[in-house]
């Protein structure tokens, strides 16, 4: 193959998307994990989300990507992301194409991943990607021209889940200005629920681990912080607690940071049914908590949260869905080269 | 609870759409049946769905709501109905968020329906519901922030339909016009087929009560109107007659509306079978009906209509259709505060 | 029904698009089968999709069909098809209803194809259709009032997938030019594995037949080119080969087209199993093979191209994706009276 010229006239491929700013530090880039994120990229994408949320609030919608298109590839179905990258998109003034049925399509024909992603490109500028299965995010992007956005990778990460919680907690708690930057020193996160399978929970923690804050785990025994994980956070800055209760850490708490415990990941449904309820949120617990602390939940909830807490202005986690739909806004604009 | 104050410098959410007509009538309003709407109602939505109508047919599309996210939230597949509100926001310019699965989705985890609509109203302006479950559109309401429009739960309502077929009779038969409104008064209107589980004929029937018009309501035995809605629909100035053959009263009816008998409705497939085909009207039926009389139908059609009825100019199904477009794109408008 | 006349003021729908070019030789065609593409016609398309193709190239999208709808409707699932008609319409600034679920919804109830077609197009310009059954798309033309394009009807046509075929070959060969047209004469295209069923295979040679170009059919003898159509072959200019085995013509070949032996039409899965993999095109293959010949598929490959071939620059398949794209464009704009 060394000895291979193109022939004349064989026309290359119009590869690159179309009068972007490819100076823009995150131009072309896949976003694949929060591994990615060191301090000054928290800054830089909190600014431009900041920015969407102004901008959503004052007009809606703007033009920042008109002409772009995104394709929104979700191999397992999650209603609350696919929306949020489409609105986002939208809201944008970009288009979607949603693809939502990759089971029953070319896949149930045998087509792989790589190939998969390899099409869509073709027609997209811009991939999101949910699957089932650790790494298919980093095997999508290994492939890729165009980049690839993790939405999800089965129990690997969901990396813009995790960006939207900080920067909830960042916003909901003035610790996020586009002057001075993000500064959550001195805060008490508590995290509470499933956090051995807790997607959510992992990448959150290692996005706080270089941080001055303190975090405690509060779980059943059986569904405690993985051991590994503990060992990579107590490399960081954050100081870590684990607890089978949540009393002692209550009223301190700044945050708490509720997970639903996840049917699909037991195969012993007793286990399940005597774990799912084994913290309750509900009006009568916050009596005990701060007024100026806030009550998150990555969604959706099936009881760890009663409704009788939603009128509390406590209950930040509607909020925390539509901060998601501007850090998706901000990547999207980052990644095309508009931010 | 009392005594919470939010913390300085958190922020509040931008919770109203953007740079709307906050003082038009029906801005924010939730459209979720057919008592919402007195006869002077009636003016308003069919003057603007009049407008679309002439729109569309001069430009197509227009960017009366450019910037507006609809999503469709389909819990029960209704590829008419759905594609009718996608068509609807797309020729305003507004765009949509479809989604079809949430039988695979954040339900099928157990997600409730107040939860669901909560997280969509944080990335669409507006929701349109369709739902297996009677009074789903009303609790979807009772959550939201942002406007709900039914379309259809259940054996309880689906508005739209009964809206767009009022306004196909006065459209085909002359009886409005902007400058003088609505007036059906004198016309004869027969109902045919399974009255008792459907929708469609419960709700236009009760939009059709507090006129000066004749009402036959022409089905086997054991699918007559329900006793309930004859009751109500006694209150009104319509003249109802119960027939079990359609020949006494077809002569004079203005406007014959057909409907399916719905096998999902029926246990006993063998009497569903055997009353799916009580009356069908095909080109031998209209000899003996008026040139002026339309034929009407909710569709799908499974028989009721033989095929040899379409090439009939008083075939007005397809045309009832289409118009179904203009009076949710009125909806749409007057809901985002545009018309 | 002699004697009907319309009752004064009833309404005559709009049927016609909008602002169009009316005097367009495409304007409201459907598009169904290659044999409605004479050579006149195919310089025609492939001077339409070359401009696509710059235009895209330079600016992404643009808005010559801005305001037109249409409705993608799959009534069996094709990830690349569907997304590629999508990306088409709204590289073109127009939208797009997709309607994947038709097996879960007005079908299951029994609604006809032609009443479907009817439904649609009463909300969109243009219907695309992929259907299970061959002649879907001639039924579904012959009662619309709108264009329909056939996006694969069984074991029928593809004429788009033909079309974006015989467009790769003449691009990346440097055989079409506007100015000159389209001239493939003197090459040698060979065609590569599950001929029988391979109805992008059918479909190409058909376009092929009345050109000087020679054509070899290899294939295991199980899977030849169907009798019937090397007998329609033979009245064309074409010069025909059949054989079992790639090696004899590789070196002399312009082009190799290889397909995917498909698993849904075997009933016999051991058989399946034995051809699945007759032919293997891998890094090893291409070293007989000339530096200029390009390899094609229509993708989902299962193995038949080895990943190792990926990287070489005779692997056209992906910009024969990517080419799809321009000719679906195309052929949007063409139907809809803006090329």
Redesign the interface.
């Known amino acids: 193959?060394t000895?291979?010229?193109?022939?004349?006239?064989?026309?290359t491929?119009?590869h690159l998307?179309?009068?972007d700013r490819r100076d823009a530090p995150w131009y072309g880039q896949s976003i694949i994990s929060v591994r990615q994120f060191q301090p000054a990229d928290l800054d830089y994408v909190f600014g431009v989300a900041h920015e969407m949320?102004e901008m959503?609030?004052?007009?809606?919608?703007?033009d920042l990507l008109?002409?772009?298109?995104l394709?929104n590839l979700f191999y397992e179905?999650?209603?609350?992301t696919a929306?949020?990258f489409?609105?986002a998109m939208?809201?944008l003034g970009g288009?979607v194409?949603?693809?939502?049925?990759?089971r029953?399509?070319?896949?149930s024909?045998?087509?792989s991943l790589?190939?998969?992603i390899?099409?869509?490109e073709?027609?997209?500028?811009c991939i999101v990607l949910r699957h089932p299965q650790m790494g298919a995010a980093a095997e999508a992007a290994a492939v890729a021209r165009k980049p690839i956005i993790n939405a999800g990778d089965g129990v690997g990460e969901h990396p813009t889940q995790a960006l939207l919680d900080l920067f909830t907690i960042a916003?909901?708690?003035?610790r996020y200005s586009p002057r001075t930057g993000l500064d959550l020193s001195g805060l008490t996160i508590t995290l509470l629920g499933d956090l051995k399978y807790g997607r959510t929970v992992h990448s959150l923690s290692r996005l706080l681990a270089p941080m001055d804050v303190r975090l405690n785990f509060v779980s059943p025994p059986t569904l405690r912080m993985p051991e590994h994980l503990m060992t990579e956070l107590a490399t960081g800055t954050a100081r870590t607690t684990e607890l089978d209760a949540l009393d002692p850490v209550l009223a301190d708490s700044d945050v708490l940071y509720v997970t639903?415990v996840?049917?699909?990941r037991f195969e012993d449904v007793a286990l399940y049914e005597s774990l799912k309820h084994a913290f309750v949120i509900d009006?009568q617990t916050?009596t005990r908590a701060r007024?100026?602390m806030i009550v998150m939940h990555p969604?959706?909830?099936?009881g760890e949260i009663a409704?009788d807490v939603d009128?509390?202005?406590?209950a930040a986690y509607?909020?925390q869905?539509?901060n998601?739909?501007y850090v998706r806004m901000a990547l999207l604009a980052m990644v095309l080269g508009k931010a």
Chains 1, 2, 3 share one sequence.
């Open positions: 193959m000895s291979y010229r193109p022939p004349e006239g064989r026309p491929s119009p998307p179309f009068g949320r959503v609030g004052r007009v809606g919608t703007f008109k002409g772009k298109l394709a179905p999650s209603t609350r929306s949020s489409m609105a939208q809201r288009t194409i949603p693809i939502n049925e990759v029953y399509s070319s896949v024909k045998g087509e790589p190939d998969t390899r099409t869509l073709c027609y997209a500028d916003i909901e708690l003035g639903r996840q049917k699909e009006r916050l007024d100026t969604f959706p909830r099936v409704y009128p509390d202005p406590r509607f909020r869905m539509e998601g739909m």
